[in-house]
């Protein structure tokens, strides 16, 4: 495989100290990795290699590892974060891969790029406006575009640092500045956009089988936002709503989509619980909304979680200090199992572990500061 440098495996193999399973460390670097996150599909070559994002040599640049022999290729070539502008990001990438075309999509400075994971080849595909921000790049299913949102920069006037404890979070909801959901064509870099509003619009997920599909979501505190959760089709330029708040207060939020591309998973919590127990729910739904299935999952509600699933059978969490496994059966949500400790902080948005499941299913990937930098780690799946 082509690669601008390898690394040699820096995993370990240990034994968690509350479940005694066999956890596996992908990473060992004194700077920050992070896998995918969970609504994206970061693997490719058959599902033997993953890509991430790391920081090493003062410098973010986008990685992949063959899972069974731990061997690390770097796949960009960027130097010193210094050469980028300091009023504008450094790279971002979904890690989503566009699986028709052998594609992931990033941006960087002032431009969203197209990275040919086998020539390693970059394109521009789109320039930023002046005082614009945009965060998306995922490929829809049919591999033609990628969809983000390009929304004005108010960061001049509303102080935000959201990926530390979400700061400036209810002033960048209440400043209801115009977002647009954009389609931007691979190969003519042509953007349309396909939805608009004075509204915080996040979390662009495209359906991984339906090319007409996508959600987004109203972005804010989560008791506060009018819906969480929408489908746009893009056959008809119209969007609905997905699972509507059915009392005031109720808060809904981590939706992701099935590997079928139908099904819709989230989490809910119940405003009136007081205490941690039996007042959060897993969920999922059909995309036009029928086959609802919630249940109670004894899932604490004021505590930082996520949540994954690649079906209706296995669902994953990281509530508190543990990766938990809970299993759907006959409407009820049995668990939480935990299989490992991931130990981590949930300081930093990208260093929650922000657990999902590998495509077969097997395994949990997930990112831990156990040992002080962020770092990815994968354990097995094992027993009932």
């Given at each position: 495989m082509k690669s601008f440098e390898v690394f040699a495996p820096e995993g370990e193999v240990f034994l968690d100290r509350a479940t005694g399973a066999r956890v596996r460390r992908l990473t060992n670097w004194r700077g920050h990795s992070n896998?995918?996150?969970?609504t994206d599909n970061g693997w490719f070559a058959g599902d033997s290699r993953m890509l991430f994002i790391s920081d090493r040599g003062n410098a973010r640049n986008i990685f992949s590892i063959h899972i069974e022999s731990g061997e690390i290729h770097r796949l960009t070539d960027f130097a010193a974060v210094e050469s980028v502008p300091a009023e504008r990001d450094d790279i971002y990438c979904s890690m989503h891969i566009n699986q028709k075309?052998?594609?992931?999509?990033?941006?960087?400075?002032?431009?969203?790029?197209?990275?040919?994971?086998?020539?390693?080849?970059?394109?521009?595909?789109?320039?930023?406006?002046?005082?614009?921000?945009?965060?998306?790049?995922r490929p829809l299913a049919c591999g033609n575009y990628i969809v983000g949102v390009l929304s004005e920069d108010i960061s001049r006037r509303v102080a935000q640092n959201l990926s530390a404890g979400y700061v400036g979070m209810r002033?960048?909801?209440?400043?209801?500045?115009?977002?647009?959901?954009?389609?931007?064509?691979?190969?003519?870099?042509?953007?349309?956009?396909?939805?608009?509003?004075?509204?915080?619009?996040?979390?662009?997920?495209?359906?991984?089988?339906?090319?007409?599909?996508?959600?987004?979501?109203?972005?804010?505190?989560?008791?506060?936002?009018?819906?969480?959760?929408w489908l746009l089709d893009l056959t008809t330029g119209k969007a609905a709503k997905i699972r509507p708040r059915k009392e005031p207060g109720e808060q809904i939020g981590h939706e992701y989509w099935f590997a079928d591309g139908e099904h819709i998973g989230y989490q809910c919590h119940d405003p009136k619980s007081e205490d941690n127990s039996g007042n959060s729910w897993f969920g999922y739904v059909k995309y036009d909304g029928s086959g609802e299935i919630e249940a109670d999952c004894k899932y604490?509600?004021?505590?930082?979680?996520?949540?994954?699933?690649?079906?209706?059978?296995?669902?994953?969490?990281?509530?508190?200090?543990?990766?938990n496994i809970f299993r759907q059966e006959n409407g009820k949500f049995i668990g939480p199992r935990p299989i490992c400790m991931h130990d981590g902080s949930f300081f930093w948005g990208a260093h929650h572990p922000h657990p999902r499941l590998s495509p077969d299913g097997r395994h949990?990937?997930?990112?831990?500061?156990?040992?002080?930098?962020?770092?990815?780690?994968?354990?097995?799946?094992?027993?009932g």
């Open positions: 896998h995918p996150y969970f075309r052998g594609e992931v999509y990033f941006k960087r400075g002032g431009g969203v790029f197209a990275l040919d994971l086998e020539s390693l080849e970059t394109r521009q595909i789109f320039a930023i406006p002046e005082g614009f921000r945009f965060h998306g790049t002033e960048t909801f209440e400043a209801r500045h115009e977002h647009k959901i954009l389609r931007i064509n691979v190969d003519s870099g042509q953007a349309d956009a396909i939805w608009q509003e004075n509204a915080w619009l996040g979390h662009i997920n495209p359906s991984p089988t339906r090319p007409d599909l996508l959600t987004f979501c109203h972005e804010g505190p989560w008791d506060l936002v009018d819906n969480r959760i604490p509600r004021n505590t930082p979680d996520h949540l994954h699933s690649n079906d209706d059978k296995i669902f994953v969490s990281d509530t508190g200090k543990s990766i949990v990937i997930f990112n831990s500061t156990a040992a002080g930098y962020c770092n990815i780690y994968m354990v097995e799946i094992m027993g």
